[in-house]
């Protein structure tokens, strides 16, 4: 069974996870929005938000449980993953797509925490107040 690249649900899921964990209100924001159109069900936005067990979640396949399990231990401080996780990771992601899931909620965590330090306001704020 030869591993896939993500694809764009998964990506999807690890921002919007990240976003939520960083508490960033414009992060949640941006990128949930049209979250449906992304595959993203509310049941899913619930687990994200720790609302719902991701085991309890049918739609969610086995990889993006395990993506987003990844992107919980990545954006804690410290960031502590077992060996015995990280095999787990390694038998279900190839190279490229670790890099890419660090990197994208590497990535979110970075934008969530600048914006948060500028207190920028929500992006449903920004989209009715702010428009250029």
Not at 35 to 48: A, M, R, W
Request: with cysteine; proline share 4%.
């Amino acid at each position: 069974n030869p591993k896939k690249d993500l694809d764009a649900k998964t990506l999807q899921l690890i921002r919007v996870q990240v976003s939520i964990l960083t508490s960033c209100p414009f992060c949640v924001d941006m990128n949930a929005h049209e979250f449906e159109n992304n595959g993203i069900t509310e049941d899913e936005l619930q687990g994200l938000s720790g609302v719902l067990d991701l085991d309890m979640i049918p739609s969610l396949s086995e990889r993006e449980k395990l993506a987003i399990q990844y992107t919980r231990l990545i954006t804690q401080t410290p960031v502590e993953i077992s060996e015995g996780f990280m095999n787990r990771i390694k038998a279900a992601f190839n190279e490229k797509e670790i890099v890419v899931m660090v990197t994208t909620a590497a990535q979110v965590n970075y934008w969530a925490r600048l914006i948060r330090a500028l207190g920028v306001p929500s992006a449903g704020f920004m989209d009715r107040e702010w428009q250029l």
